[in-house]
């Protein structure tokens, strides 16, 4: 996110935490925005979503991680890719959406998460995937190692799922792609692959960090 923004927002303030550049969004007008590109969109599945976070307060409604969508469901409006949020009961879902079809499938951590505490999360889809199944959400604290998937399959639409869109809309950090549903707390080191990432791969990814985000 710095690369794009050199650590501060459009009046000039730092976004990042002043000792270890995490970055730290209010929950009201700070978020990163990047320019709609190709290379973040995977018609085909086949990708996998990563990030740190911190929750500050338990969200009034749901606040975004990571999107590439305008709604939080399909609607033929031609705006919705994928998306990691929280809901109001401070669970976590990873979704991924078909316009064309008014459909998604997706997963979910069905339980509430801590308030003040670093969770490493990673969200996978598997290339050609079409039903939920074929959706993984992985997340734990700097404490604890990943040791599987701890996931829930998030309900699929009454739709039948096809293949994600293409559309026009921006990858966001901390929002929705339209600006709206922010986030409030810290998010770091956020990764986005053309590729499904494994168990070794993810478990990896969560020691390199693990030392980092214990405070």
């Not at 000792?19 to 990047?34: E, F, H, M, P, Q």
């Not at 991924?96 to 801590?114: E, K, M």
């Not at 990896?204 to 985000?213: I, R």
């Amino acid at each position: 996110p710095e690369g794009t923004t050199s650590g501060r927002d459009i009046n000039g303030f730092f976004l990042t935490h002043p000792n270890k550049n995490y970055l730290s969004l209010d929950g009201v007008g700070t978020y990163i925005s990047t320019s709609d590109a190709d290379l973040f969109t995977f018609v085909n599945g086949g990708f996998s979503l990563e990030c740190w976070f911190k929750i500050a307060n338990t969200p009034p409604h749901t606040k975004y991680l990571i999107a590439k969508t305008a709604q939080d469901d399909a609607d033929t409006s031609d705006n919705t890719e994928y998306g990691i949020f929280l809901d109001t009961n401070k669970k976590l879902f990873f979704r991924i959406l078909d316009d064309s079809a008014s459909a998604h499938i997706g997963a979910y951590w069905n339980t509430a998460l801590d308030l003040n505490t670093w969770y490493h999360v990673v969200c996978t889809h598997t290339l050609g995937g079409t039903t939920s199944a074929t959706c993984k959400l992985y997340i734990t604290t700097a404490d604890t190692i990943h040791s599987a998937v701890l996931t829930d399959v998030d309900s699929e639409s009454a739709n039948t799922y096809v293949a994600m869109e293409n559309t026009t809309q921006p990858l966001t950090i901390g929002s929705r792609s339209d600006g709206i549903y922010l986030f409030d707390g810290l998010i770091d080191d956020v990764r986005v692959y053309n590729r499904e990432l494994s168990l070794p791969e993810i478990k990896k990814n969560w020691k390199h960090g693990s030392g980092k985000h214990k405070d």
